[in-house]
């Protein structure tokens, strides 16, 4: 089968590193067109220039980055200095990437590549959806060459990261996820019900940092400082692995169990501002909008290492 014609929209961020570095090494399945950053776990510029570390790490300067969007469209930025590190990126050392980010701005260039695409492409968001909603209203018509959006983000059973029912994505820029959601014409989200299933445990990073090379050193470095995080924030053993779990949905969809659904978000309520509403009360033919509910982490982490191998 070609590769897959995608597009990364991140803001990395230390799960978004790991979730490129996995992009990066599958060029057989994701045809990676560009990767956009937009203003989420840190600034708009520490993203954009984080995801040049990571290519560079990757080896992939064949991927172009672009620079986007520098705060939510209606609501105040929020970061996540806290969980991610002053650079974004943890306790990973790296040198100034010799090569930056493109001129254009992030959301021109999502309208001009998909389309000019010749196969619809796949969006992946894996931070606030402020880009993508962007590219849609200012275009409509990409919709239609939108294969599928594939969003980290929202929380159901598992309750919010943030606040008692929201999830950061979500709630660090709602509106956006709210227009995501209405224009785009697939959407599959990947939320906190399934991200909290896959756990970073040190036996995984122990085994992922025993394969040697670069790449499966730096993945297993992000995803001990996580792990370090989460456990002082009494939020268990392991970091969830949120942002690659797109990745790995797209690289092997047998591992995860998706429903149809609709999904509402919160935009008013400054109590529950940013939960997302899921409603299973619908059928595949009604909605072209699915839940992620479950997933095999040991299937998932498998999956990680084969692709970190050097
Ligand atoms: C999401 O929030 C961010 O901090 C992570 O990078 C991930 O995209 C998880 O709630
Ligand atoms: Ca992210």
Same mark, same amino acid.
């Given at each position: 089968?070609?590769?897959?014609?995608?597009?990364?929209?991140?803001?990395?961020?230390?799960?978004?590193a790991v979730?490129?570095?996995?992009?990066?090494?599958?060029?057989?399945?994701?045809?990676?067109? =560009?990767?956009?950053?937009?203003?989420?776990?840190?600034?708009?510029?520490?993203?954009?220039?984080?995801?040049?570390?990571?290519?560079?790490?990757?080896?992939?300067?064949?991927?172009?980055?672009?620079?986007?969007?520098?705060?939510?469209?209606?609501?105040?930025?929020?970061?996540?200095?806290?969980?991610?590190?002053?650079?974004?990126?943890?306790?990973? =050392?790296?040198?100034?990437?010799?090569?930056?980010?493109?001129?254009?701005?992030?959301?021109?260039?999502?309208?001009?590549?998909?389309?000019?695409?010749?196969?619809?492409?796949?969006?992946?968001?894996?931070?606030?959806?402020?880009?993508?909603?962007?590219a849609?209203?200012? #275009?409509?018509?990409?919709?239609?060459?939108?294969?599928? &959006?594939?969003?980290?983000?929202?929380?159901? @059973?598992?309750?919010?990261n943030?606040?008692? @029912?929201a999830?950061?994505?979500i709630?660090?820029?709602?509106?956006?996820?709210?227009?995501?959601?209405?224009?785009?014409?697939?959407?599959?989200?990947l939320?906190?019900?399934?991200?909290?299933? +896959?756990?970073?445990?040190?036996?995984?990073?122990?085994?992922?940092?025993?394969?040697?090379?670069?790449?499966?050193?730096?993945?297993?470095?992000?995803?001990?400082? @996580?792990?370090? &995080?989460?456990?002082?924030?009494?939020?268990?053993?392991? #970091?969830?692995?949120?942002?690659?779990?797109? +990745?790995?949905?797209?690289?092997?969809?047998?591992?995860?169990?998706?429903?149809? =659904?609709?999904?509402?978000?919160?935009?008013?309520?400054? +109590?529950?501002?940013?939960?997302?509403?899921?409603?299973?009360?619908?059928?595949?033919?009604?909605?072209? &909008?699915?839940?992620?509910?479950?997933?095999?982490?040991?299937?998932?982490?498998?999956?990680?290492?084969?692709?970190?191998?050097?």
């Amino acid at each position: 089968m070609p590769a897959r014609p995608i597009l990364i929209d991140c803001d990395p961020g230390v799960d978004d590193a790991v979730a490129l570095l996995l992009a990066f090494a599958a060029p057989d399945a994701l045809d990676i067109r =560009a990767v956009t950053t937009v203003a989420g776990n840190v600034s708009a510029g520490l993203t954009a220039r984080n995801a040049c570390v990571i290519r560079a790490l990757a080896g992939r300067e064949d991927v172009p980055v672009f620079a986007g969007c520098t705060r939510p469209m209606v609501r105040a930025p929020i970061e996540a200095e806290h969980f991610h590190g002053e650079s974004g990126l943890g306790a990973l =050392a790296f040198d100034a990437p010799a090569r930056g980010p493109e001129t254009e701005h992030a959301v021109n260039a999502i309208v001009r590549i998909v389309s000019e695409a010749v196969q619809p492409v796949t969006l992946v968001i894996t931070g606030p959806c402020t880009n993508v909603a962007l590219a849609l209203l200012l #275009a409509p018509g990409i919709a239609d060459n939108i294969a599928e &959006v594939v969003v980290m983000g929202g929380a159901r @059973s598992e309750g919010g990261n943030v606040t008692a @029912s929201a999830e950061y994505n979500i709630f660090a820029d709602p509106h956006a996820a709210h227009v995501v959601l209405t224009m785009a014409p697939a959407v599959t989200v990947l939320g906190l019900d399934v991200t909290h299933q +896959i756990r970073a445990t040190a036996p995984r990073t122990a085994a992922l940092a025993g394969l040697g090379g670069a790449r499966a050193a730096a993945a297993a470095n992000l995803l001990d400082f @996580s792990s370090e &995080v989460t456990r002082a924030w009494g939020q268990g053993e392991g #970091a969830p692995l949120h942002d690659p779990a797109t +990745i790995a949905w797209l690289l092997a969809p047998h591992l995860f169990t998706a429903r149809p =659904a609709r999904i509402a978000v919160e935009m008013s309520s400054p +109590i529950t501002l940013g939960h997302t509403a899921v409603d299973f009360h619908v059928t595949a033919a009604e909605t072209g &909008v699915r839940w992620v509910t479950d997933a095999d982490a040991e299937g998932v982490f498998s999956l990680l290492n084969a692709r970190m191998a050097p």
